[in-house]
């Protein structure tokens, strides 16, 4: 009785461990989510019109990567998508292919859609670590601008915003690195002070003075 109990559990528990790698493998669906343990897409939505779009009028493949690197070329931002900017007809389809070339977690989140088709009026694509993912949409008809950003703390702030416009968009958002100005620019004020530009001079004398007076040592 109790040998055949331990084969019983034995058994189990190899299932268990052999079913295991295909769990983790297999993409979670739910709600209009989809999981794997390479990232998340929410709303996702290739292929239902927006009321006011009788057919799609165009179908745009996008790649659209994100990372540090593509910060590089705008001083004092540090995370950044490689484009800032795209332009769409009314009514287009978008293929996205989302890469992330960092090794922390971003996303790509586009806000302000038709709360009827994206819940929250969102469309998320989330990576969290180096990797891709490929989600598509379908855009209404209306002239209008799109926030696309990555809503992890300080990743918008410090670069990863851009806009994605319809029929040329109904104007331009602030703070998108290289394009437009920002709501408040950073500033970096030095109080030059007396004791301050003394601080300053003693500082530049003593860097100046002590690997002339050490040289023997350095050499
Ligand atoms: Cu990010």
């Not at 410090?158 to 416009?165: D, I, N, R, S, W």
């Not at 290289?178 to 500082?203: K, M």
Request: glycine letters at 8%.
């Amino acid at each position: 009785m109790m040998k055949s109990r331990m084969t019983a559990i034995a058994g189990g528990l190899l299932l268990a461990v052999g079913l295991l790698p295909q769990a983790s493998a297999a993409m979670m669906h739910h709600q209009g989510m989809m999981m794997d343990e390479t990232g998340m897409i929410m709303n996702a939505n290739p292929d239902r019109l927006p009321r006011d779009c009788p057919q799609i009028s165009e179908t745009v493949e996008l790649t659209i990567r994100a990372g540090h690197e593509h910060a590089k070329k705008f001083p004092g931002k540090m995370f950044a998508y490689d484009q800032q900017e795209w332009n769409v007809k009314p009514c287009a389809k978008i293929n996205i292919t989302f890469i992330n070339d960092d090794h922390v977690r971003h996303q790509m989140m586009i806000h302000g859609l038709p709360g009827y088709l994206y819940p929250e009026g969102m469309l998320h694509l989330e990576l969290f670590g180096h990797g891709q993912l490929k989600a598509s949409m379908i855009l209404p008809s209306r002239k209008k601008t799109y926030l696309v950003h990555c809503e992890l703390p300080q990743h918008q702030e410090k670069g990863m915003k851009a806009q994605l416009k319809v029929d040329g968009g109904d104007g331009d958002l602030p703070s998108i690195p290289g394009l437009t100005e920002p709501v408040r620019a950073d500033v970096y004020p030095v109080n030059w002070s007396r004791q301050h530009i003394g601080t300053l001079l003693f500082c530049l004398l003593v860097g100046s003075v002590v690997p002339f007076l050490f040289r023997k040592w350095i050499r």
